[in-house]
């Protein structure tokens, strides 16, 4: 059909950039070890930290839930898909956070598009003031509220009061920042940015996608980690990563939280979660809620890992998180590792290049779990110092 031929041109346009992605297919659970097209490997790319997509307790859960509620929900949240494991899920992840309330989505980029195109609509006094690498989902949060938003550097507090001075006399402002910035693993810096927005008297809010099960006491994510409870007024999560399950979520205050479920258009106009997603979640909070031993030992892993590669002389940039950015500078040499990476060593690790991040700062993106053993770790550092001496780039 003619009129579809510009789909095979932008595909082609996309392979011969090197833009196309292949997409693996997994055979197994997720987890440390898994098998892809047949071939067992280790996975150092999952979002799995803690290991709690195939948990035991968690999978039980699922099961258990499906025998009592069914499968779908059956409806949007508003009407008739509100299930009592709903609400109980949104009351264990405020009282998790230290929070009034929290109002469930289906993902993590529904909770941003969502919350963030209710908080600050088209035509109000009102602006944006977003983080220069926020997520995508933020990106279309505020996309889809149509309001104006100003950009600040990255990191750079001198320059968010600068965008703050500027747009002071709005009546709205909403800073929005990623918690933790997933190409890198290095930290929004919170406490400052509490502090601006007191004084320029604008809301905060907060994706802690990669900080929740990670960072903080128990897993509960980067404002526990500095202490800024109820200084920051938005904490969005996702129930897909550390979590294990799928969903996502914004806690705050009780009124704010009421407002999101009256206008939210993600939790109007889409159906809730699966009953075994939510008992799913729910189990994964409760085994937070109750010991941080798997948070713990992803630390000990991610220690373990960085100190060893850092030993070997490589780079990890400003990482202050299990996010590890093995820094290789160069676009080839970076998809060069990742492909001998698997075909020669069976570790399943990605390689980020530009547009991802900028030209010139290619690099493989490893993520240990608590599930990982330290022999599985051991093995990816000498993998890579096998691999850094046959490219030339360890001396
Ligand atoms: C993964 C991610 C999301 C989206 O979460 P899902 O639950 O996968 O939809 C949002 N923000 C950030 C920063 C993320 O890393």
């Not at 008297?201 to 409870?229: N, S, T």
């Not at 009780?254 to 189990?283: C, T, W």
């Not at 992803?298 to 998180?321: A, I, M, P, S, V």
Request: negative net charge; aromatic residues 8%.
């Amino acid at each position: 059909m003619a009129k579809l031929d510009w789909i095979t041109e932008e595909l082609n346009e996309l392979k011969e950039k090197g833009l196309y992605v292949k997409i693996r297919v997994l055979q197994s659970a997720q987890g440390p070890w898994v098998v892809v097209d047949g071939k067992k490997v280790l996975n150092m790319c999952s979002n799995n930290y803690l290991g709690l997509a195939a948990h035991p307790k968690i999978k039980e859960a699922a099961i258990r839930a499906i025998l009592d509620y069914g499968v779908g929900a059956g409806a949007v949240r508003t009407i008739a898909g509100t299930m009592e494991l709903h609400v109980e899920l949104e009351e264990k992840l405020a009282k998790f956070k230290k929070r009034e309330a929290a109002i469930l989505f289906q993902s993590g980029y529904n909770a941003n598009l969502g919350a963030i195109s209710t908080l600050i609509k088209k035509g109000e006094d009102g602006v944006f003031v977003s983080e220069e690498l926020n997520h995508a989902s933020i990106i279309d949060g505020m996309r889809l509220s149509g309001a104006p938003k100003v950009i600040y550097k990255h990191l750079d507090m001198e320059d968010l009061k600068k965008k703050l001075e500027e747009v002071k006399d709005k009546k709205k402002k909403l800073i929005v920042t990623d918690g933790v910035f997933s190409m890198d693993g290095d930290l929004a810096p919170l406490p400052e940015i509490a502090e601006l927005a007191e004084q320029y008297d604008a809301m905060v809010y907060v994706d802690d996608a990669h900080g929740e099960g990670v960072l903080g006491e128990h897993g509960r994510g980067i404002v526990d980690h500095f202490k800024l409870h109820n200084r920051v007024d938005f904490e969005m999560g996702t129930l897909s990563k550390a979590f294990g399950v799928i969903g996502g979520y914004v806690a705050g205050p009780e009124e704010a939280i009421d407002y999101l479920r009256q206008r939210g258009r993600p939790f109007l106009f889409s159906s809730a979660l699966n009953p075994p997603d939510v008992a799913a979640a729910i189990a994964s909070v409760e085994i937070l809620q109750k010991s941080d031993e798997l948070v713990k030992k992803l630390w000990d892993n991610t220690h373990f890992l960085q100190k060893g590669l850092r030993d070997l002389g490589y780079d990890l940039g400003n990482t202050k998180h299990p996010i590890t950015p093995v820094m290789l500078y160069d676009e080839k040499l970076a998809q060069e590792f990742s492909r001998r990476l698997y075909d020669e060593y069976n570790i399943f690790a990605q390689a980020i290049v530009y547009p991802t991040v900028p030209l010139g700062t290619a690099r493989i993106r490893l993520e240990p779990s608590a599930a990982h053993t330290k022999e599985d770790l051991q093995y990816v550092i000498d993998a890579f110092e096998d691999l850094g001496k046959k490219t030339g780039f360890l001396k």
